[in-house]
């Protein structure tokens, strides 16, 4: 949860996706970035980094997580200076060599994303920027960013009354976190003629279709 | 429909949009885009443009409408080329001066924009381009861009078995096509504290609310 | 300066935009975020700011000025989450109403705005989604975003020795900050025929060339 | 070229990145890409190709060479049509199984690529789209996509004076074709604390640097 409002729309999509992840039987826990983040990531030459609780977060809850839902507001078509210090401030678990930043890598990589934003405006334009960084990310990491749900609202909770019904897509996300088929292909890929498998075929690898 | 294919995925996303259109009482018509468009914008100066039904299809159908459904399939991470085409060729009506590039342009503006893609993979970012294109596109005709859809398929007709639904998504938006909220603000844009509007307090002006 | 670091590769690329302002004749002052944001917009129901120099930094310097260059590495795709922040806390000082709110947002608007950005990779890609938010912070605002630099490096310092020349470009788009011509069109923007005037006909109006 | 003119802006991006080439002593060849395609992919199971030159364009100049500069007018915040073409029509000659959609294959990847636009407009998220699809075709294809360059004109070749000097920094690219470095790294990618490597060091591998 990377607001600062408790009861605001993207904790409210927050909150929706883990009544789907607990439907599914997938443990799941909602974390507020503020309980743990107090600051940047400094110039570590000069500076040790904030005294808060970031390495719990990191190390205690994030780096043994199959998954991660990246929940936030999108402050001026970007996520919340919260949430990507949550990003930045990793470097000081990753940074240098030895085992410990060899070990933070390795966790650091195959996981499950996904994204959820919630929006005064309702224009689709608006989280590009954010959607382009999770993908990013998402490849430097060899994770997979399994959905995106964007939610409009201000006051506190009306995302429930968009009519596209977010919350709805955000339980769905929940629910199906482990369970999607995600693809993101290079031109070696194998491939099967169908996307959604019913029952044989799957394994035919035919290259040459359209990206 | 800017897929080659009559019974593809992009189609089949389309006919649901239609499907919505029609419940919700909206006239809409579906245009194959090969039936119409055969070929590029040239150098104007050079030669004429291609002998095909471009122009009945922008001066008869999409100058009159109060919205268009793009769709297309994702085809190397942009739209088909005959859907650019339609945008390219547009040029040759609005160009020059006098009244009638001052009527395709004053009918270009104003309209409702929904964009609905399929695409073999399913990572959220195969589609940023294009949703980049098609806000840009919006915002420069005043245009209001009410939705997005993304399905997943490479068979025929098998977005139809994406989890993630995206012909229900698709049929909804068909529905809602001229109801939806729309908005994309500039700091001096009066808005309300609630985006989703009850009953009262809609009209109370608030502007410093974050965008 | 949205580094944390003094010597790095993006605050290279600042103070060659600022020797390049200095020979135009152009007063420009070299600020670190680090000496003025230490944390990030609170729910402000329930915290007061942070207790930082964010309020001198916002009112005193960056309203007041004709325009900004942002200037910040690439961590994770994204600016650093203090560069970020900046954006964020502004809420504080524009959010209700009155005469002071008021202020804010008249004088946070028409501003030049500048981005210099530095990373350890240099694929082309990699920047997309501060672009675009910048872009899309500067249609807010109705700012200018007149140029755009992106520099490869790692060690402190050693964008100099990019052979893409990024420290020249800054060092360019520093002298020519006041000077450029920007421009983003809507259908209806009066338009010259050529985009760089030289001596006459600048003033005919001619819609209807391609945007 | 993609531009429809002989005499246009992007065409004078192309003609100045080739007499880089030619300054490098690089063997580089100008083809518009109108002189090859009149049309569009179709379904292949109702049509068969345009009777066009695309097949003479793709197999004997496009696939043979080491890389490719790709050059279009925006037309729309997208490429042009008959650039997006070519990219859709490739499909005719690597779909299928058997050796010689295999070595279409082959020869696909593993080019350098770069891209100059020329618009009417000057802000940068005008071409945020098409850089964004480029990367993602270079990904795709293990391709290099080493340079960009934007440059703003309307008059034919007026490009030559915006003062942002696009046509030095494409002659500058044509030059540096193949030997710029060229990263978009993994987590796991090894590499050197220093971009720019001078005498030494450069092969101690050290990953814990930032992305």
Excluded at 60 to 86: N, R, V
Excluded at 91 to 103: I, K, L, Q, V
């Amino acid at each position: 949860m990377g607001s600062p409002r408790r009861d605001g729309n993207s904790a409210a999509l927050g909150e929706a996706a883990r009544r789907g992840a607990d439907a599914a039987g997938t443990l799941a826990t909602l974390l507020f970035l503020d309980d743990y983040i107090q600051g940047f990531l400094p110039d570590l030459r000069r500076a040790g980094a904030p005294a808060d609780r970031y390495a719990e977060l990191f190390l205690e809850h994030f780096l043994p997580a199959d998954g991660a839902l990246i929940c936030t507001p999108i402050y001026w078509y970007g996520m919340s200076a919260q949430t990507k210090a949550f990003f930045d401030r990793s470097f000081t678990h990753y940074a240098g060599s030895g085992p410990e930043p060899e070990r933070v890598m390795a966790r650091m990589t195959g996981k499950r994303l996904g994204l959820a934003v919630a929006s005064e405006e309702t224009y689709p334009g608006a989280a590009l920027g954010i959607v382009h960084q999770v993908q990013e990310y998402a490849r430097y990491t060899h994770s997979d960013f399994v959905g995106y749900v964007h939610g409009a609202g201000n006051r506190r909770g009306e995302v429930a009354r968009d009519p596209r019904r977010p919350l709805e897509a955000a339980e769905q996300l929940g629910r199906e976190f482990f369970t999607r088929t995600y693809s993101d292909y290079r031109i070696e890929t194998p491939r099967s003629r169908t996307v959604w498998e019913s029952e044989a075929s799957a394994l035919a690898s035919t290259p040459g279709v359209l990206p």
